[in-house]
């Protein structure tokens, strides 16, 4: 049986609790083999079954059961930090129809207030009309309602000066910053390693990812300063996810490996057998059930 380097080690040390992944063997799938099962992350929340980034989508992966959820994080005009994808409003919102005189739809040249006047579910389906842009903080009180676990992605940080403290702020005023979320239930990516680097000069004690897939040479300055790696699944094999994982990273832990997006059976399969972590899909339970994941 294959079991990742990082969960092996942690079990050893926490009783088979693991630490980044917040996993137990009361909590996890039966059998011996649970710890060479990647973990699904529900990308967006379960966003091929309700709209990308929403209360409704986060709610919707509490539903089918998965703990494990990913958002991005932008900011608005006056400074409220929301949760949205694009830096755009004009694929998941009708923002053209309600500021049809606009002549920018960015977030950032929006408040936090037009914002929410905006509706950000009748895109997807009719039955999620009145879905809302949530700000981060409503978010972050939803996935706590809902006792989740969150993969939080600084999306576009070039755009958004200071929004790494920021999140840092808002996750400490939601409760998310005390040692048992920190240690079991919160990881920060980004694309941009600067921002993550800076994320981890703040809070040290938060787990950290970097999506993309650096050179195998250049790893070892990524191990610096982040605990993953987390890149587009067509970009790696299983030599690269063993070269990962014969690194310590930031907390001295071997690093892992989250793919994405994969979004089918037989790719989740051939994903799993390349040793990756965890696998973050729009379609959690496809996933869930080709890989036995949890």
Do not use: C
């Amino acid at each position: 049986m294959y079991v990742r380097p990082a969960a092996a080690a942690t079990a050893a040390f926490l009783g088979l609790t693991l630490t980044v992944f917040g996993a137990s063997a009361a909590t996890a799938a039966p059998g011996p083999d649970w710890l060479s099962n990647p973990i699904v992350y529900a990308h967006r929340g379960a966003s091929a079954y309700a709209p990308e980034n929403t209360l409704e989508s986060i709610d919707r992966a509490m539903t089918m059961g998965f703990d494990w959820v990913e958002n991005d994080v932008q900011r608005t005009k006056d400074g409220e930090l929301v949760v949205i994808h694009d830096d755009t409003l004009l694929r998941t919102t009708n923002v053209k129809q309600v500021f049809p005189d606009r002549k920018s739809w960015r977030i950032k040249d929006f408040t936090a207030a037009e914002i929410r006047s905006l509706d950000a579910g009748s895109w997807f389906g009719p039955q999620f009309a009145g879905a809302r842009v949530p700000t981060l903080r409503e978010y972050m009180n939803r996935v706590q309602r809902n006792r989740q676990r969150l993969l939080l992605e600084i999306k576009k940080p070039e755009l958004y000066p200071g929004i790494e403290e920021q999140t840092l702020r808002v996750l400490e005023e939601t409760g998310w910053l005390d040692e048992s979320h920190v240690s079991r239930r919160l990881v920060i990516q980004s694309f941009s390693s600067a921002s993550i680097r800076t994320v981890h000069r703040l809070r040290p004690d938060i787990v950290t990812a970097y999506l993309g897939t650096p050179a195998v040479s250049e790893l070892p300055k990524y191990a610096e300063f982040t605990d993953r790696i987390n890149p587009w699944y067509k970009t790696i094999d299983g030599d690269y996810v063993d070269a990962v994982h014969g690194l310590a990273g930031a907390h001295g832990k071997a690093m892992e490996v989250d793919a994405w997006i994969v979004d089918d059976a037989e790719t989740a399969r051939q994903v799993q057998d390349m040793g990756v972590d965890g696998i973050i899909t729009d379609k959690p339970d496809v996933v869930r059930d080709a890989v036995g994941g949890y």
